[in-house]
């Protein structure tokens, strides 16, 4: 997903294996990258770039009139069956497909002002309507509709003045309507009457009363931040070793849950989604599944509601125009240009490209010359004084600058020749186009002396661009951090959030980069948007290095599997306390049966045990199973299960229920209770019960969705936290008082060390608490009774 598109791909490989041997074996040899990027760049062909430029096609993300009507007919029928959130993210995919003041952009946006009104977003709808009636030419017969919408968003807000302002001028506007087909409109008068009378009554029952404030948020929780490195805090410190390299270093005892790392990405770039990938881009929307581009901001990475599309193209869409503009000027009009190429790279290209681009010239410039003085004279290290670390200012401050980012180790040498190969050519064919789009043919004769020093300069400029773009993109495969987010999923409309972690984006961060790997790791990574925050999971004593999971846990992986994927991506061998105990050879007295695995005996239901094939841990039964079968099933069951959660969105929630015990009967068959798909099986069912506000059987699913949740990442995991959350929302809806406060304590206690105290989340169990309790002491004979 990371790396450009396959067919790409597959092209580079076979002009790598065409090569003449010599010329592979110099490309192999171990030498400085501006090197590699020049012979790369020698060896890109024509055909290659023509191979490009028909992926970039596929990848087209210019506007569509036509796919703005079919986005919107899919948007209208989404509506109709109910699906609000669905059908405002279709909306907007219109939107971004239509010319900016155009007729079809304010029916776009007037839609989607009615899915916010039902989802009762009624500021965003507010805004929706003003942009639909600022958009040039907003069809007049539009107008009514979303001028009677307005004052009831208005109303619903407590705005009467306001509410009552709008109503008159619709009025007015329906009244003078000599129109025939203005018939249509006495609906519309009838029901304008009824809210007239209702604001009046509003407004004369609360006239005493100041306007409702909105729900505030509390700012960011307050810390202190490390003078010497931006974006750490200060119980954090800095440590170099040369075995070790820099790190990161307790600086006092830390408490669990005490911030560590608030550090905001340099750039991040969100993952297209499978869909787009396989696809194309016409085809991904016709099939109408949403994917990251529809639901987060492409500047800020937040949540979508009502995005404003690039004016540009119809790819890049913003929470509003301050990131919209943010990312114009800082590097989207040079991307916007590019077309589908950038998509066809790939991620980790992108975020290379995007790098340079927020660095500016001269930075990266600067960078690049220094590197390469470094390469030819040791004196200059030594300049910098024998304490300098890599990367910090002269200062000694490690800050959050492009400078950190360019000391990231591109472990240039130790990549495959291939890969570096791949990421050369790749980066050269950018170039290319990045050198077309700045050199059009001058017109006048005269200038063409100029015109050469210019196209000199401009490829001396490319050359120094391309060097850092290459850089970057090797250093992404150790460095590149996955930003992740909590997707609601469920039923809209369910009282109970249901939600799971989704990858989102691939980012940079240059501070968040200096914690080294543990597979038991004493701290956690949380993002909100491109911001990411650390904090430690249990108490670490000062002078202890904090370290953090680069992906293989030890409660999910082997070690043995944690240190060869380690091994082959971050180029080190593991040794953390997890991976020397659980290497360490076991005594003899130990139980060194081997590990049990998560699939059961669909004879007798004992677990398997072994690799390859199967064996029935149960003496007397002794079956054996090859693995594939169980993947094979587990794929089925995958499959089933997909369909039975897209009900589940649908809130067709009895077919839903239905699906769902099919494929639970069919799990306990041949999956451990611990199994994480049993985990999402019985969550799903949980979501459904409590959609139906059938309570007690929500709470059992969720029971057995968190013994395999906890099974699967341990029981102070992020992912065990939003299990019990969910368990204290359900208990509490089915005021089952004294149980569901043990639970809000656990999920408390949990979530706490993992978002901190100022988090929705947090806040929200603050409230069923002091709801409980209050219930609880007030009359605990009738808590009591509900029991
Ligand atoms: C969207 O706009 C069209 C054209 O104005 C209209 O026919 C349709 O009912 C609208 N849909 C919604 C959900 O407002
Ligand atoms: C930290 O990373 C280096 C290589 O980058 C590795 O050799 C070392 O063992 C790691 N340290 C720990 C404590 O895992
Ligand atoms: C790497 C590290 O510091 N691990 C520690 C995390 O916390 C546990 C429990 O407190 C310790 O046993 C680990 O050594
Ligand atoms: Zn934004
Ligand atoms: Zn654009
Ligand atoms: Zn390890
Ligand atoms: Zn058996």
């Not at 065409?18 to 062909?45: D, M, Q, V």
């Not at 001028?147 to 009244?175: I, M, N, P």
């Not at 954090?236 to 307790?250: E, I, M, Y």
């Not at 050359?463 to 250093?475: K, T």
Request: glycine fraction near 8%; aromatic fraction near 6%.
């Amino acid at each position: 997903m990371e790396l450009p598109a396959e067919e790409w791909r597959a092209r580079v490989r076979r002009v790598w294996a065409s090569l003449p041997a010599p010329r592979r074996e110099e490309l192999s040899r171990p030498r400085p990258l501006r090197e590699t990027f020049l012979l790369a760049a020698a060896l890109l062909r024509s055909e290659d770039e023509e191979c490009l430029r028909r992926l970039s096609r596929r990848f087209a993300v210019e506007k569509d009139p036509r796919l703005a009507g079919s986005c919107k007919q899919e948007g209208n029928r989404r509506f109709r069956a109910g699906e609000h959130r669905a059908a405002a993210a279709l909306y907007s995919r219109a939107l971004s497909h239509t010319e900016a003041g155009s007729p079809e952009m304010a029916i776009c946006y007037a839609n989607r002002s009615a899915a916010l009104f039902h989802l009762g977003q009624f500021e965003v709808c507010l805004e929706d309507i003003r942009r639909a009636q600022q958009a040039g030419s907003c069809p007049e017969k539009l107008l009514p509709k979303i001028l009677l919408r307005k004052a009831e968003c208005l109303l619903s807000l407590g705005r009467w003045q306001e509410a009552a302002d709008a109503l008159h001028g619709v009025g007015k506007r329906l009244s003078a309507d000599q129109r025939p087909e203005a018939a249509r409109h006495r609906v519309l008068l009838g029901r304008l009457d009824q809210l007239r009378v209702s604001a009046l009554e509003e407004s004369g029952a609360f006239d005493h009363l100041p306007a409702v404030p909105g729900q505030v948020e509390p700012g960011p929780e307050p810390w202190e931040e490390s003078s010497s490195i931006s974006g750490a805090s200060v119980s954090v410190s800095l440590g170099f070793s040369t075995c070790k390299g820099r790190h990161l270093v307790a600086a006092q005892d830390v408490p669990p849950g005490k911030l560590l790392v608030r550090e905001e990405a340099f750039v991040s770039v969100l993952c297209p989604g499978e869909g787009l990938l396989l696809q194309g881009s016409a085809q991904a929307l016709q099939d109408g599944c949403l994917a990251n581009t529809d639901l987060h901001c492409h500047h800020c990475l937040h949540p979508l509601l009502a995005s404003v599309p690039c004016q540009g193209c119809s790819y890049s869409k913003y929470c509003g125009p301050t990131c919209a503009q943010l990312a114009w000027r800082s590097y989207h009009w040079r991307e916007c240009a590019l077309g589908g190429l950038l998509l066809a790279l790939g991620v980790f290209c992108h975020v290379a490209f995007r790098t340079v681009m927020v660095a500016g010239f001269a930075e990266v410039k600067a960078s690049v010359t220094q590197s390469q003085g470094d390469g030819v004279a040791e004196s200059t290290a030594a300049e910098r004084g024998p304490h300098h670390i890599p990367g910090c200012e002269t200062n000694g401050q490690y800050g959050g600058s492009y400078r950190a980012i360019f000391s990231l180790l591109p472990h240039a040498d130790r990549h495959s020749p291939s890969l570096r190969f791949l990421c050369g050519l790749s980066v050269a064919a950018l170039c290319r186009k990045l050198g077309e789009a700045g050199l059009e043919p001058g017109i006048s004769g005269e200038a063409v002396k100029e015109e050469l020093q210019a196209a000199e300069e401009a490829s001396a400029r490319l050359q120094v661009l391309g060097e850092a773009m290459l850089r970057h993109m090797l250093q992404l495969q150790c460095n590149a951090q996955a930003v992740t987010a909590l997707h609601p999923s469920g039923p809209e409309d369910g009282l109970v959030a249901g939600s799971r972690q989704v990858r989102l984006a691939t980012g940079l961060f240059p501070t968040l980069s200096l914690l080294n790997h543990s597979c038991d790791p004493n701290t956690s990574v949380v993002f909100t948007g491109s911001t990411a925050e650390v904090r430690a999971l249990r108490p670490i004593p000062r002078g202890q290095e904090i370290l953090h999971c680069y992906g293989p846990h030890r409660c999910h992986t082997g070690a043995a599997e944690r240190r060869r994927q380690l091994l082959a991506q971050y180029f080190f061998e593991c040794q953390c306390q997890a991976c020397l105990e659980e290497l360490q050879p076991s005594p003899p007295s130990g139980a060194s049966a081997p590990k049990a695995s998560l699939f059961c005996c669909p004879a007798c239901q004992m677990p398997m045990q072994g690799e390859g094939t199967l064996r029935c841990s149960s003496v007397t039964c002794n079956q054996l199973v090859p693995e594939e079968d169980f993947h094979r099933r587990l794929h089925d069951l995958q499959r089933l299960t997909q369909s039975a959660s897209e009900l589940l969105e649908r809130s067709r929630l009895d077919q839903s229920l239905e699906l769902l015990q099919k494929c639970r009967l069919d799990a306990e068959r041949f999956l451990s209770p611990a199994h994480l798909k049993m985990g999402e099986i019985e969550d799903h069912l949980a979501q459904a019960y409590a959609a139906m506000g059938r309570w007690p059987e929500a709470a059992g699913h969720l029971r057995r969705s968190i013994q395999a949740v906890e099974a699967h990442f341990g029981p102070s995991s992020i992912e065990a936290g939003q299990e019990l959350f969910k368990l204290a929302q359900v208990l509490f809806n089915g005021c089952v008082a004294s149980e569901a406060l043990r639970a809000v304590q656990r999920a408390k206690a949990v979530l706490s060390v993992h978002l901190g105290t100022r988090s929705a989340q947090l806040r929200e169990l603050q409230e069923m608490r002091a709801c409980l309790e209050e219930l609880l002491q007030t009359s605990p004979a009738a808590a009591a009774k509900l029991l």
